[in-house]
Structures are given as structure tokens and as C-alpha cells.
T-cell receptor, first 111, second 112 residues
Framework: DARVTQTPRHKVTEMGQEVTMRCQPILGHNTVFWYRQTMMQGLELLAYFRNRAPLDDSGMPKDRFSAEMPDATLATLKIQPSEPRDSAVYFC?????????FGPGTRLTVL | QQPVQSPQAVILREGEDAVINCSSSKALYSVHWYRQKHGEAPVFLMILLKGGEQKGHEKISASFNEKKQQSSLYLTASQLSYSGTYFCGTEKWNSGYSTLTFGKGTMLLVSP
């Protein structure tokens, strides 16, 4: 049963530190999405890749966030420097058509 | 541009029915429904396409009214396993690609 995997599952860090979250999409999927989920805002799209090329990062704070896909099996989301307001659950999802398959998420807490 | 879901929360007894609505201020091309259980990832339920085609994996039905720019999810004879937060996602078209914008969710609790 193919699944999207994400690491780490939980991360606690101090303000100002760099945070890197990783995602392995389902093999064969050509789209990858990064979402942030908070109680206040719900699910917000941060970045969208198709065939490893970034198509949309309009939802991402450009000064501190960056997203990359160094190869077809790995997508990364980095925050540098992290701030308390970045505390949230970050989901990666992959797809190859209409459906998106979400990973288990990384719960980030910035103190 | 975020779709509006109603109600915000529903409490049911097992076997009762529920309807969750999703409305958009913009024209809809498709509506995607997901369910998220507490502490887990959102899971795809179904997609409703312009023109009436519906694709889904579970025994939950939905409707899509293009003119009213809204979709409704129907949960009949609810089971305990239906508990969770339901999100609708509407397609937002950009230059040659589309992304989903999700509503804030409807929390459903089914009790025995």
C-alpha cells in the first residue's frame, strides 16, 4: 500500500533555528504539494511542484521559507529562521491526477 | 476565495443523517471532499466534476450545483467511523495549472 512519508513527525525547536522537513511522494506521482494546517487558517497551500518543477509558491513567506525537489523521491521544506508563528502541522501530498494523497504530517513547535 | 463550509460542527447519533455544505463566491470547476480524523492526515473521499461526473471511493454521496456554486456532502445512516473533520476543496485555476483551496472544515461527531 503506497503512502507518502514525511520526516520528522514531530519537531520542537527554538526561535531562530533552521527547520528542514522532508517528504517522499508516492512513486510515480508527478505532483507534490506542501500545506500548512493551523486552527485559525485551516489548510493553506504553501508550494506546488509538477514533475519536480516549482509551479506555485505564492502561499509561502519568501523571506524565510523555501521548498525544493532535488529528485523525484524527495521534497524538502525549509524554514530559516523559524519563528513561533510557524508552529503548525505541515503536510506533504502527492498526486498524479485529480486526487491528492496526504502524508502523516510534521508537527512543528517553535518556542 | 476560500470556500465557506456549513455547519461548522455537527453532533449525531449513530444511524442519523447529516448534510455538509460548501459554497464558493467563484465559479466552480470541481469540488473535492476530504475527511481528516484527529491527529491524522486528510483522506480523499470524492471529487465532483463540472458536468455531473462524480468519482469517489466510499459509500458517501454528494451533489454539485454549478449555478449555485455549491456542493453538499450527504452522510446517511452515519457510523462511528464517520467522525472527523470534513473539508471541501475548490479548484483555483492559474496559468495552465490548478490548485485546491480548502474550506475551514466541518467537524462531525457520531456517538453511539
Amino acid at each position: 500500500d503506497a503512502r507518502v512519508t514525511q520526516t520528522p513527525r514531530h519537531k520542537v525547536t527554538e526561535m531562530g533555528q533552521e527547520v528542514t522537513m522532508r517528504c517522499q511522494p508516492i512513486l510515480g506521482h508527478n505532483t507534490v504539494f506542501w500545506y500548512r494546517q493551523t486552527m485559525m487558517q485551516g489548510l493553506e497551500l504553501l508550494a506546488y511542484f509538477r514533475n519536480r518543477a516549482p509551479l506555485d509558491d505564492s502561499g509561502m513567506p519568501k523571506d524565510r521559507f523555501s521548498a525544493e525537489m532535488p529528485d523525484a523521491t524527495l521534497a524538502t521544506l525549509k524554514i530559516q529562521p523559524s519563528e513561533p508563528r510557524d508552529s503548525a502541522v505541515y503536510f506533504c501530498a502527492s498526486g498524479n491526477g485529480d486526487t491528492q494523497y496526504f502524508g502523516p504530517g510534521t508537527r512543528l513547535t517553535v518556542l | 476565495q476560500q470556500p465557506v463550509q456549513s455547519p461548522q460542527a455537527v453532533i449525531l447519533r449513530e444511524g442519523e443523517d447529516a448534510v455538509i455544505n460548501c459554497s464558493s463566491s467563484k465559479a466552480l470547476y470541481s469540488v473535492h471532499w476530504y475527511r481528516q480524523k484527529h491527529g491524522e492526515a486528510p483522506v480523499f473521499l470524492m471529487i465532483l466534476l463540472k458536468g455531473g461526473e462524480q468519482k469517489g471511493h466510499e459509500k458517501i454521496s454528494a451533489s454539485f450545483n454549478e449555478k449555485k456554486q455549491q456542493s453538499s456532502l450527504y452522510l446517511t445512516a452515519s457510523q462511528l467511523s464517520y467522525s472527523g473533520t470534513y473539508f471541501c476543496g475548490t479548484e483555483k485555476w492559474n496559468s495552465g495549472y490548478s490548485t485546491l483551496t480548502f474550506g475551514k472544515g466541518t467537524m462531525l461527531l457520531v456517538s453511539p
